[in-house]
């Protein structure tokens, strides 16, 4: 500690070494980044257009495992085989969350290096008894999926995705209105001719979940009752294509989202615009990171694509089950010589992880709700690293240890990852939650660490490529720290 007498004799640090300056990206990079930067963005784009629901992710993340040499954890447990430093595991958690290994050279007992996001997004899911009629039309009842403005959901081409378990077990897949020559589906809207009254009421209000009943089909069966023919044809449609009734509507996952492919936004091209950035972006960028580690990392590196984060990370698939835990007992057991639950409590203790999550950009559009003082992140300004969530009194947060932070700050420093902190707006104006308290409570450090977003929640949202770009670079970085 200086002294007062003693501060005009020591030599005083430059500026630049006194003040954080965080600035855009672009301004820094090399130019060899550039081309890493497209690819990545390439390749999540595609895998965008293409996952649309957790469990279209998990199928797509169990194909790509299996291409870098991943190995199912139940094939190894049945094969008798035990686990060695360099081996790949992937487990499948009932189609809907994935688990993917790598394992490392250090004793497991010494903790883990844990990237985990989820890959469920805001949508709406129909009803067990979907299919009705109604003016002419045939009609389908959904209930949104998670945090949405229903108004955003109106007037905008859907694709049906999802699968359809009959009674005899077989499982079929439907995916109708992403191919151009497939239909789509929409939810009309008032005319603003007739919509004084609608247009009176709240923001909130003039949308309402019972009203998001999507339009489904308009030509009677000719041989149908009048008051169900229209609903007849439709349903005689969906028997031609994919063999099923209405009654096995009761045992199906279906989903509308928006259809369409993710694009390039911008001038420059540096966004892109995509359905499900949160927060299939931070899982991409995840197991994307964990892929391109080519040498056995020290700790054994897991990242885990979780379901149901956007309704409380409940029930079977959700974080707040002991699928992770379990997992980890049977990697613990196929690890060590003598299993033990004391190995395995040790294990997870000594464990680190990032909470690959989204975080929310400043909109010049809404500056009156961005956290003051440069404390909201901005695009392509990097990985946004948040030290607590939660909302007024950071309830619900995980609120990571500063010794924790200043080990990430070497860790992406070290690795020229371009990274800057981030709220979710003003204190009082809102708020969110992650997995990452419920990780936090095996006593490990947990800390939440993802890209920003534009328009989270609405049916099309933006990120910046370099963010991207950085979240992957950083994530690599953290396996093999």
């Known amino acids: 500690m200086i002294s007062p007498r003693d501060r005009g004799t020591k030599r005083q640090p430059s500026k630049d070494r006194l003040l954080l300056t965080v600035e855009n990206g672009w301004k820094s990079i090399k130019k060899r980044d550039h081309k890493k930067i497209d690819e990545i963005s390439d390749d999540y784009r595609r895998f965008l257009t293409l996952v649309k629901t957790e469990r279209a992710a998990t199928n797509e993340g169990v194909a790509r495992a299996k291409e870098h040499g991943y190995t199912d954890l139940q094939d190894v447990i049945n094969s008798g085989n035990r686990l060695k430093p360099g081996d790949r595991i992937y487990a499948n958690i009932k189609g809907k969350t994935l688990l993917l290994i790598h394992i490392g050279k250090d004793p497991i007992e010494q903790g883990l290096r844990i990237v985990g996001g989820h890959t469920d997004s805001p949508r709406l899911d129909l009803k067990p008894r979907p299919l009705y009629e109604d003016g002419g039309l045939s009609m389908l009842d959904t209930h949104y999926y998670g945090?949405?403005?229903?108004?955003?959901?109106?007037?905008?081409?859907?694709?049906?995705?999802?699968?359809?378990?009959?009674?005899?077990?077989?499982?079929?897949?439907?995916?109708?209105?992403?191919?151009?020559?497939?239909?789509?589906?929409?939810?009309?809207?008032?005319?603003?001719?007739?919509?004084?009254?609608?247009?009176?009421?709240?923001?909130?209000?003039?949308?309402?979940?019972?009203?998001?009943?999507?339009?489904?089909?308009?030509?009677?069966?000719?041989?149908g009752d009048s008051k169900t023919a229209i609903k007849l044809n439709s349903l005689k449609l969906l028997h031609d294509k994919y063999g099923i009734n209405e009654s096995d509507l009761i045992s199906a996952e279906l989903s509308l989202v928006p259809a369409g492919a993710a694009r390039d936004l911008g001038i420059d091209r540096s966004m892109i615009l995509g359905y499900g950035h949160d927060d299939r972006v931070s899982a991409f960028s995840a197991m994307r990171a964990l892929f391109d580690i080519k040498r056995t990392p020290d700790k054994t590196a897991v990242c885990i694509l979780t379901d149901k984060e956007e309704i409380g990370s409940v029930g079977a698939t959700g974080m707040y089950s002991f699928l992770f835990e379990n997992v980890m007992a049977e990697i613990v057991n196929l690890s060590t010589s003598d299993y033990s639950d004391l190995i395995l409590r040790r294990c997870l203790k000594n464990s680190k992880m990032l909470s690959a999550d989204v975080n929310a950009l400043h909109d010049p559009n809404y500056p009156e709700v961005s956290s003051p003082n440069d404390n909201m992140a901005k695009m392509n300004h990097g990985l946004v690293v948040t030290k607590y969530v939660g909302s007024r009194g950071k309830a619900g947060s995980n609120d990571a240890r500063a010794e924790y932070i200043a080990e990430l700050r070497t860790i992406f420093d070290d690795a020229g990852v371009i990274w800057q902190t981030g709220e979710i707006g003003k204190v009082d104006q809102g708020g969110g939650g992650t997995i990452a308290f419920m990780l936090a409570r095996y006593e490990m450090d947990v800390i939440d660490c993802g890209v920003g977003v534009l328009s989270m929640h609405a049916p099309w949202e933006v990120v910046g490529k370099l963010d991207i770009y950085m979240a992957y670079k950083g994530y690599n970085a953290f396996y093999r720290s």
């Open 147 to 223: 945090g949405i403005k229903k108004y955003q959901w109106v007037t905008i081409p859907l694709a049906l995705h999802g699968v359809v378990t009959k009674k005899d077990g077989e499982s079929v897949q439907i995916n109708i209105g992403e191919d151009a020559d497939d239909p789509v589906f929409t939810i009309t809207d008032l005319l603003p001719h007739l919509g004084k009254d609608q247009a009176e009421k709240k923001l909130n209000d003039g949308i309402t979940g019972e009203g998001l009943n999507v339009v489904f089909g308009s030509i009677p069966d000719s041989g």
